[in-house]
C-alpha cells in the first residue's frame, strides 16, 4: 500500500480499541519470567557452550604477540576464537570499527578474542588466561583539545546559512553568545548485550538484543561473507536499548563466529564493564549558541554550531536539528563538526541529536529571555512559527507547540514562579522552577506485516518489529482488532523474527506509527479478502464483533477461513508527503527542583510534561514511555557522565556502580498531559512518536529550574554540586 495523500477517515478513526489505555498483552509473561530474552532460550540448545570475550586492553596501537596457549588447556575449553583464525570477515554498513579486532586496535575494549567452553565459569576463568603484547599508538581522546583544528562541516553535512547571520547579530538591540558542554553518555540498558548462535549446515541461528532486526541481518551476512537469506534473527523480547542496539555488535558475531569453530550452540554475552566501551555511547558535544533579538523580543538571527568527535568514517552528533526549526527568525546558521577520537564508537541514543542540542538551546533561551525582561514562556511562544523557517513554502503539518506551553504552564503553576533567581527558599532548600520547549521530527519509513485469520475468528499478526519495553506489542494488537473488528484477546502477536515481514524496528521514534501502519496495510487487504470470500463489498462493508456486516447482512468472518487460514501479507510504503510538509513532534516540560544551599545538591520535586503529538495510540504504553523519557532526563541533567581517560584512551567509568543513573529515591511526582491530535500527513493511523519527545528538553528544564532557585548558571553537564557550591549564598 503507498501512502502518498493525507488520510481520510478509514477505520482506526472508531477509536474502539486504538486510543485506549490498554495493558500490555505482553505484560504477564514478564511478571512471570515466561518471557524469553536472549540468554535464556534454554529449552532450543541444549547442548550448549559458553564464550567469554577477551577486549582489547589499549585504545589505538596494534597487536604484537597473542598467547592462548594457556587458555585453550584449561578446563573445558573448546575454542578460541580470534582474528587469525576465525576466517575472512567483512564488515557492515553500519559499524566503523571492526567486531572483531586485530592486528590493528581501533579502541579500547574491542573484542579481540573469545573462549568457548562448555561452562560460563570455564570460559571466564580461560579468558584471563588469554596474554597479549601490544605496540601502543598516540591517539586523539579530547574533544576540547581537538576543537580548535576542527574548522570545516563534514562533506556529507555542509552548514546550513539563511540571510546574513553576522550582520544581523550585530545589528540587534540584545545579543547572547555562550559555549556549553555536553558529555559522553551510557545507554546502560537493563538487558546486556547477549546473543546465542546455532548453525544447521550452511545456516545460521541467531537469538540476540536487537532493536532493528533487517538492519542487523543484513550487516551481519556483510559480516561473515554468506548470503542473508542463510541467517535467521530473532529477538523477540528485548530489555531496554535505547540506541545501543540499533545496529549489529560484537556478542553476535562472537557467538556465531564461536558456534561455527565447535559445531555446537554457543552464548556470549557481555559483561557489565565491557558495555561502555566495547558498544556504542552518546558523543559528548561543545556547542556554541548566538542570539540576536530586538527590544520586543522577536528573534532577527540565531546561530547554532556543535563539535562532536568519533571514529574514522563515523557520524556526527546532529545537536543543530531542533534549531532548524523550533523558533522563527529571518537569518540563520546552524552547523556541524566532527573530529576524528579514537574513542569507541559513537552513535545514537535515545533522541540522538535533540537531545543534547536542546539540553543547550533551551539553555540558551532562557538566558536569552532574562537578558529581554520577558517570562521564558512568553519569549518561546513570542518566535513560534507555523512554517520552517528556512523554507516558508513548507507548512507543519501539525505545530500546537503554543498549546503545549501554555497548558503546562497553567497546571504547572507557573505564575506562582518568582522571575528573579535565588529569591525562594524553604529552610535549607533553595526552590526555583524551570521549564524547556520540546521537539522531535517525525520520521516514518517502510514496514510490513503478515496477518492471518482462522475459521474460529482469531487473528495473528507476523511482522519482525521488535518490543524494547516500549509496547509494540499492544499497540500492534489494538491495530488489528481495530481493523477486523475483533476483540483483543481474539488477537495474537508475534514479533522480532526475520521469517517475518520486514518493518520499521524500533528506534527514531518512528517504530510505533510504521509498524502499526504495516499492520494497517495488511489488515486493509485481508479485509478486501475476506469480503470477496463471503460475497461483500469491502468499501461499504462493516467490520464489528468479530463480524462483516452490510445492510440487511452479516456473516462471522470466521466464515471465510473455514476452508483454511486466510493469510495476506502487505507493506506500507511512503510518498513525498514529508517533502510538502515538515512533521515534527512538541512538548512542554516543567520541572520544580530544590537545591541544598550548604552541600549543592539537586532533589527534584515535580516534572510535568504536555506533548503533541498526533494520535495517542495508547496512552497507558504512551505515558509510560514519557515518564521513563523524563527519568533519563533528570539523570542526564544531574548525574550521567562517561569520565574519559584523555591520557589512555577509555571511560573509566565503565560499569553501573560507577555511571550514575536515577533510581527510584530520585524520582519525583510526575504528569504527563496528551494534547488531542491527529496528523493526517504521517500515516493511516494518523500518529507520531513520542517515546524520544518525552526526553528532548527535560535536562534544560531541570538546569533553569536550578539556575531559578541558585541564581549559578551551570553551562557544563551534568549540573553536579561541584559546580555551584562556589556561587551558593554565604550560610548567615
Not at 553576522?166 to 559522553?184: G, I, K, R
Not at 523558533?327 to 574513542?343: K, W
Not at 510535568?608 to 504504553?621: D, H, Q
Request: aromatic share 6%.
Amino acid at each position: 500500500m503507498k501512502f502518498d495523500k493525507p488520510a481520510t477517515e478509514n477505520p482506526i478513526d472508531q477509536l474502539k480499541v486504538v486510543g485506549r489505555p490498554h495493558d500490555r498483552i505482553d505484560g504477564p509473561l514478564k511478571t512471570t519470567g515466561t518471557a524469553p530474552y536472549a540468554y535464556e532460550w534454554h529449552d532450543l540448545a541444549p547442548n550448549v557452550a559458553y564464550g567469554c570475550m577477551v577486549g582489547a586492553g589499549i585504545a589505538k596501537g596494534r597487536i604484537t604477540a597473542m598467547d592462548t596457549e594457556a587458555a585453550q588447556r584449561a578446563p573445558g575449553v573448546l575454542a578460541v576464537v580470534t582474528a587469525d583464525n576465525a576466517g575472512p570477515l567483512g564488515k557492515g554498513e553500519m559499524n566503523f570499527a571492526s567486531l572483531l579486532g586485530g592486528p590493528e586496535i581501533a579502541h579500547y575494549h574491542q573484542a579481540i578474542a573469545l573462549v568457548v567452553a562448555e561452562t560460563f565459569e570455564q570460559a571466564t576463568a580461560a579468558a584471563a588466561l588469554v596474554r597479549v603484547d601490544y605496540q601502543r599508538e598516540p591517539g586523539a581522546y579530547d574533544l576540547a583539545a581537538e576543537k580548535p583544528g576542527v574548522t570545516a562541516p563534514p562533506e556529507d553535512t555542509p552548514d546550513k546559512i539563511v540571510g546574513d547571520v553576522e550582520h544581523a547579530l550585530a545589528a540587534a538591540a540584545v545579543t547572547l553568545d555562550e559555549t556549553y558542554t555536553t558529555p559522553d553518555q551510557s545507554h546502560m540498558a537493563m538487558e546486556p548485550h547477549a546473543s546465542m548462535a546455532e548453525w544447521e549446515g550452511d545456516k545460521l541461528t541467531l537469538w540476540t538484543s536487537s532493536q532493528m532486526i533487517e538492519w542487523w541481518r543484513g550487516d551481519l551476512a556483510k559480516t561473515l561473507n554468506i548470503p542473508a537469506e542463510n541467517i535467521r534473527v530473532r529477538s523477540p523480547f528485548i530489555g531496554g536499548g535505547f540506541g545501543s542496539k540499533l545496529f549489529l555488535r560484537s556478542d553476535a558475531l562472537l557467538a556465531a563466529l564461536g558456534a561455527r569453530a565447535v559445531q555446537r550452540p554457543v552464548k556470549v554475552m557481555l559483561p557489565r564493564p565491557l558495555i561502555p566501551n566495547n558498544t556504542t555511547h552518546r558523543p559528548a558535544t561543545i556547542q556554541r549558541v548566538r542570539i540576536g533579538a530586538e527590544t520586543s523580543g522577536r528573534i532577527t538571527a540565531i546561530a547554532h554550531h556543535s563539535w562532536s568527535g568519533n571514529l574514522p568514517g563515523g557520524p556526527t552528533e546532529t545537536a543543530t536539528n531542533q534549531t532548524e526549526l523550533l523558533y522563527a527568525g529571518a537569518n540563520r546558521d546552524t552547523g556541524l563538526r566532527l573530529a576524528e577520537l579514537d574513542l569507541p564508537e559513537g552513535n545514537s541514543m535515545r533522541a540522538p541529536g535533540e537531545a543534547p542540542g536542546l539540553m543547550v538551546l533551551e539553555i540558551a533561551m532562557d538566558e536569552m529571555a532574562e537578558k529581554l525582561g520577558i517570562d521564558p514562556v512568553e519569549f518561546r511562544i513570542l518566535n513560534d512559527t507555523q512554517v520552517d523557517p528556512a523554507h516558508p513554502e513548507r507548512f507543519f503539518s501539525q505545530r500546537q507547540l503554543v498549546t503545549c506551553l501554555r497548558t503546562g504552564a497553567e497546571r504547572f503553576g507557573w505564575h506562582q514562579r518568582n522571575p528573579k533567581a535565588g529569591q525562594v527558599r524553604e529552610g535549607r532548600w533553595l526552590v526555583g522552577m524551570g521549564m524547556a520547549a520540546g521537539f522531535r521530527n517525525n520520521l516514518v519509513t517502510t514496514s510490513g506485516a503478515r496477518v492471518h485469520l482462522d475459521a474460529q475468528g482469531n487473528v495473528t499478526v507476523e511482522t519482525d518489529m521488535t518490543d524494547i519495553g516500549t509496547g509494540s506489542y499492544t499497540i500492534i494488537a489494538q491495530t488489528a482488532a481495530e481493523m477486523l473488528g475483533v476483540p483483543l484477546e481474539n488477537v495474537e502477536v508475534r514479533l522480532g523474527d526475520s521469517d517475518f515481514p520486514a518493518s520499521s524496528g524500533s528506534g527514531g521514534q518512528w517504530g510505533a506509527n510504521s509498524s502499526t501502519a504495516g499492520v494497517y496495510a495488511a489488515c486493509v487487504k485481508l479485509r478486501e479478502t475476506i469480503a470477496e470470500k463471503l460475497g461483500f463489498d469491502a468499501n461499504s462493508a462493516e467490520f464489528v464483533d468479530g463480524t462483516i456486516r452490510t445492510q440487511g447482512r452479516s456473516a462471522p468472518i470466521g466464515e471465510a477461513a473455514s476452508a483454511g487460514t486466510l493469510t495476506v501479507e502487505d507493506a506500507m510504503e511512503y510518498g513525498d508527503l514529508d517533502k510538502q510538509f515538515q512533521q515534527s513532534t512538541f512538548a512542554g516540560h516543567f520541572v520544580e527542583v530544590a537545591v541544598d544551599v550548604a552541600t549543592g545538591e539537586v532533589r527534584v520535586r515535580r516534572m510535568l510534561a504536555v506533548c503533541a503529538a498526533g494520535r495517542i495510540l495508547n496512552p497507558k504504553t504512551a505515558r509510560s514511555q514519557v515518564i521513563g523519557a523524563m527519568t533519563m532526563g533528570l539523570g542526564g541533567a544531574l548525574m550521567e557522565e562517561l569520565a574519559v581517560d584523555t591520557r589512555q584512551g577509555y571511560f573509566v567509568n565503565h560499569d553501573m556502580a560507577t555511571y550514575e543513573v536515577p533510581v527510584h529515591a530520585d524520582i519525583p511526582e510526575q504528569e504527563v498531559i496528551f494534547l488531542d491530535e491527529a496528523d493526517p500527513i504521517s500515516s493511516p493511523m494518523k500518529a507520531k512518536g513520542v517515546g524520544e519527545l518525552g526526553l528532548c528538553g527535560v535536562s534544560a528544564a531541570i538546569a533553569n529550574a536550578v539556575y531559578n532557585a541558585t541564581g549559578v548558571r551551570v553551562r557544563e553537564y551534568p549540573v553536579t554540586l561541584d559546580k555551584l557550591l562556589s556561587g551558593l549564598p554565604a550560610l548567615a
